[in-house]
């Protein structure tokens, strides 16, 4: 049978030949075309078509032409059909390359994937446990520094409560100590510490004084001066001696109650709980001293019964100097007047000023002077009357 085939002819190019076929088992002499891969097979088959399709054309351009240029056209054209089925093959085998490349970092990649999420779990688990561990290791110890820290807060508490009672009682002992028969320290808050007393000497002299001495009968003004000088003189000793009498009352009756009422301790003790008991006694007659000055001036008018013949200006002088008196009497220390002035002596304008006439000579005394205490500092001047000069 025969049937039109391709192959190589002795020159090296392709020609078409008829040929006849051989019985099955016979081998052609002919050797088939090399096929191309199957991705790029279409493009291959095209380039061998179109080249056998020149074929007839470079035979008649043989039988003009001439056979070298025929066969230089056709062996162009092979050589271009053998590279681009190198280069397709090429292709084909580097992508194929890639893909299975690919595939094996797609699949070492989710096995490492894989393996870090198993690490994590298992660093996960380890770390819980050993969190765990260290909170059953050092629960006691934080229970037990808890309680220690608890214990000490309240320690601390308590002596921070204890330093300042402590503190309190040192500054009331500090304070009493200071103040106690301290003339120069004032409290302050004492509605009737010594300022506000001379104060109150002041107003007795000018009002309820003038008031007596002109509701007085008679003419004779020097007696009547000093029947007033009399009375405040013997008020103040009457309630400078109860005061005295009074404080030793109560220190017996707090500290030593088995001695009598008025007996005085001939050594007097000085330690912290005696400084701040008398402190205490003393500043409770002056809390007191309202409700004891109620009844004061009855207990005076009692001992003294001549009092109550006086007039109604001198018995309402009578009474104030009383209320004056006993709150002078109370003052830590007590409160003095200088009375003993006498006839002839040179005026001490330190202490006095003149009544109602000018002169350097003493006369008689009219009012006291006012001290903070015995020998202490001038709280008001007294008055005393100068002796009339001669024309």
């Not at 994937?113 to 629960?139: A, P, W």
């Not at 500090?174 to 109150?200: E, H, V, W, Y």
Request: net charge positive; charged share 30%.
């Amino acid at each position: 049978m025969s049937k039109k085939t391709y192959g190589y002819g002795s020159h090296g190019v392709f020609v078409s030949k008829h040929v006849q076929t051989r019985q099955a088992g016979h081998r052609s002499p002919m050797r088939p075309a090399p096929e191309a891969p199957s991705h790029h097979k279409p493009q291959f088959e095209d380039s061998l078509l179109k080249l056998i399709k020149e074929i007839p054309d470079v035979e008649r351009a043989y039988m003009k032409s001439g056979f070298k240029d025929a066969l230089e056209h056709v062996n162009m054209k092979l050589l271009e059909a053998k590279k681009l089925n190198v280069h397709s093959q090429a292709d084909i085998v580097q992508s194929s390359d890639w893909k299975t490349k690919e595939h094996e970092l797609l699949k070492e990649i989710a096995q490492l994937n894989e393996h870090i999420q198993r690490l994590q779990r298992q660093s996960t688990v380890v770390r819980s446990g050993r969190e765990s561990g260290k909170d059953s290791k050092y629960e006691k110890v934080m229970d037990r520094l808890m309680h220690e820290n608890d214990s000490m807060q309240k320690q601390l508490q308590s002596l921070k409560t204890e330093k300042k009672d402590l503190l309190h009682r040192l500054s009331k002992l500090a304070g009493a100590k200071l103040s106690d028969n301290n003339p120069d320290i004032t409290d302050l808050s004492d509605p009737n510490r010594p300022q506000k007393l001379a104060q109150m000497f002041n107003e007795l002299y000018d009002n309820q004084w003038t008031e007596a001495f002109e509701s007085m009968s008679g003419s004779h003004d020097k007696g009547n001066i000093q029947v007033l000088l009399d009375i405040f003189m013997e008020i103040w000793k009457f309630c400078r001696d109860l005061g005295h009498h009074h404080l030793v009352s109560l220190e017996n009756l707090m500290l030593h109650p088995w001695l009598t009422t008025h007996t005085i301790q001939s050594k007097p003790n000085a330690d912290q709980y005696h400084t701040e008991t008398m402190k205490s006694l003393k500043d409770s007659r002056k809390l007191a001293s309202k409700e004891t000055r109620k009844g004061l001036f009855e207990h005076f008018r009692d001992k003294h019964p001549t009092y109550r013949t006086l007039n109604e200006g001198v018995t309402r002088y009578a009474e104030k100097c009383v209320d004056l008196c006993w709150l002078c009497a109370i003052q830590d220390p007590p409160i003095e007047f200088t009375y003993n002035v006498k006839g002839g002596e040179k005026v001490d304008t330190q202490y006095f000023r003149l009544y109602d006439r000018s002169g350097e000579t003493v006369e008689y005394l009219v009012w006291p002077a006012m001290l903070l205490h015995q020998d202490g500092a001038i709280l008001v001047r007294g008055v005393v009357q100068a002796v009339k000069r001669k024309k």
